[in-house]
Nanobody, 119 residues
């Protein structure tokens, strides 16, 4: 099992920045990929970015490329999402998720952290 806890959300003005953190505990050594998603009220969940738990390339969705950056600190078992140039449309609950090496999808999810961007 893997436990994920997001933090770092809050209220920010348009143009501002936030850094979200996702603390990982449990069977971290079994993780293959970590990802960030978000879900705004009335909208479907949206994939934002992913990063291999070990070595490898990151990937960012076109909607956030150039503004959001995913990174990790394996020594601390934390995955980050740096969000810059925030817009009101970025308002959503942000989730981190983990996919194990034995899985084909993200099976472990945190509870989410609210990000609200005011205009």
């Amino acid at each position: 099992q893997v436990q994920l806890v997001e933090s770092g959300g809050g209220l920010v003005q348009a143009g501002g920045s936030l850094r979200l953190s996702c603390g990982v505990s449990g069977r971290a050594s079994s993780i293959y990929l970590m990802a960030w998603f978000r879900q705004a009220p009335g909208k479907e969940r949206e994939f934002l970015a992913r990063i291999p738990w070990g070595s490898g390339w990151t990937y960012h969705a076109d909607s956030v490329k150039g503004r959001f950056t995913v990174s990790r600190d394996n020594a601390k078992d934390i995955v980050y999402l740096q969000m810059n140039s925030l817009k009101p449309d970025d308002t959503a609950v942000y989730y981190c998720a983990a996919r194990l090496q034995s899985q084909t999808d993200y099976k472990f999810w945190g509870r989410g952290t609210q990000v609200t961007v005011s205009s």
